[in-house]
């Protein structure tokens, strides 16, 4: 069932319209019967049509051997090749969303939950690295650095040798026990409503002795954040911004046309008409394979990019990383990103959108495939009693020292409340509704 592939997503919206880099419209209408069985055959239909390693499916495929349509597409990603960094099929991305949900994530920010997000630490703790203001979360107290000690009278070492921290935060109420930073600790009982993410938090220009850096937070790339572009670059270009940070450590992706919008942004006019990606398909849809140039205007000549990245970084985020570095010095302060260089498309079908893993992305050199995550160059904590770009943040302290001096700072590990390095931090489970994979909210 050869189709277009059209709108295209690192994050995993929807395809539409009848180019690939047509990114508007609601997601491409699928021809399924809408029984179990015929939802089923649909997605093995549009597997074998469109999935990136469409080859390694098997021949033959029992559809009553799995309950749902949901069940089959995650046995069929079993058959992505297995990464040698952990054993396990490197797809972890396919999934089958609600189109309600996909709609109101990727266009307004938007999604039902209490409005945080987690991390372990290294003693196993699980803390807030943010919570989203005017959320359930925020009118309950909650904060960043703060301890979940029990969810619905449970420890959390008990949950996670169970069912597992996710499947207990899809509960609704749920009863929290919190430490605070202070050490005293209260209870809340938090009911999950209409939360709104803001993709730009926060942007300013930091006068050091060396000169002005440009700085600014972006939490996950949806369509609300590109009109913003226009005012933070402008300040940044007012400025004569050449050294910019970039801050995507809890930044799991989003849609690729704001991605390639803020590339657009960072390359400025210097870059116009070189190439930012690639977009690669499996052999069946070669056709839509494309190549995105630059199509800059800013006047912003950017010459140093500093990434602040966690495990958590991923897909679009490591989109801009990788594509920015054959034109800038481009440096990862932080952690080693998560390594999701593959991207989704979707496909309407059933008031459902089938988002499977669809394509690469490869950079003007032709550099990706690191599903082993991209390699952090100065490793800095994430202080989790310190707000996320303040003067004092780890991360940026270490950003700014790179800039003054060229070398990296000596890592200090003075407190206690910070997140785990990626390579012992448990991994909560983001794989799913568009909120969870792409900006570890829930």
Request: aromatic content about 10%; glycine content about 10%; proline content about 5%.
């Amino acid at each position: 069932m050869s189709r277009k592939l059209c709108l295209i997503l690192l994050a995993g919206l929807a395809m539409t319209g009848c180019t690939a880099s047509d990114d508007s419209g609601p997601p491409q209408v699928g021809d399924a019967a809408c029984s179990n069985d015929g939802q089923k055959q649909f997605v093995l239909d549009v597997m074998r049509d469109v999935y990136f390693w469409h080859t390694s499916l098997p021949a033959s495929v029992d559809l009553s051997a799995h309950a749902s349509p949901e069940a089959l597409l995650s046995h069929l990603a079993s058959f992505s090749p297995i990464s040698t960094a952990t054993g396990q099929p490197v797809d972890r991305f396919s999934f089958i969303n609600t189109a309600a949900a996909d709609s109101a994530f990727f266009g307004e920010g938007q999604f039902e939950g209490f409005g945080f997000s987690t991390t372990f630490d290294e003693n196993d703790n699980l803390l807030f690295t943010r919570v989203f203001s005017g959320s359930p979360a925020a009118m309950a107290g909650f904060g960043r650095g703060q301890q979940i000690i029990t969810l619905d009278g449970r420890t959390i070492a008990d949950i996670e040798a169970n069912e597992g921290i996710s499947a207990m935060f899809d509960m609704n109420p749920l009863d929290f026990t919190i430490r605070r930073l202070d050490g005293s600790e209260y209870p809340a009982r938090v009911t999950k409503d209409v939360v709104t993410i803001d993709p730009l938090p926060q942007w300013r220009v930091i006068d050091t002795p060396a000169g002005s850096v440009g700085y600014m937070e972006m939490s996950t790339f949806i369509s609300t954040a590109d009109p913003v572009f226009d005012t933070i670059f402008g300040e940044f270009a007012l400025a004569n911004i050449s050294d910019l940070i970039i801050d995507l450590r809890y930044n799991g992706g989003g849609l690729v046309s704001t991605t390639e919008l803020l590339g657009d942004f960072l390359g400025g006019e210097s870059l116009d008409g070189l190439v930012f990606s690639k977009t690669l398909y499996n052999s069946n849809n070669s056709g839509s394979n494309s190549i995105r140039p630059f199509q800059g205007t800013n006047p912003l000549n950017l010459s140093r990019l500093v990434v602040i990245a966690t495990g958590g970084t991923a897909s679009a985020s490591e989109l801009v990383t990788n594509s920015m570095e054959p034109h800038v010095e481009v440096t990862i302060v932080g952690d080693t990103t998560f390594g999701k260089p593959v991207g989704q498309v979707g496909i309407l079908f059933c008031e459902k959108v089938l988002r499977p893993t669809a394509f690469e992305s490869v950079n003007a050199l032709d550099e990706g495939g690191y599903f082993d995550g991209l390699p952090v160059d100065c490793a800095a904590d994430d202080d989790l009693t310190v707000a996320v770009g303040a003067r004092d943040d780890p991360n940026v302290e270490a950003a700014l020292t790179y800039f003054a001096t060229g070398a990296c700072p000596v890592v200090s590990a003075s407190f206690s409340a910070k997140a785990a390095p990626s390579d012992v931090r448990h991994q909560i489970d983001l794989r799913g509704r568009a909120h969870r994979e792409y900006a570890g909210a829930f």
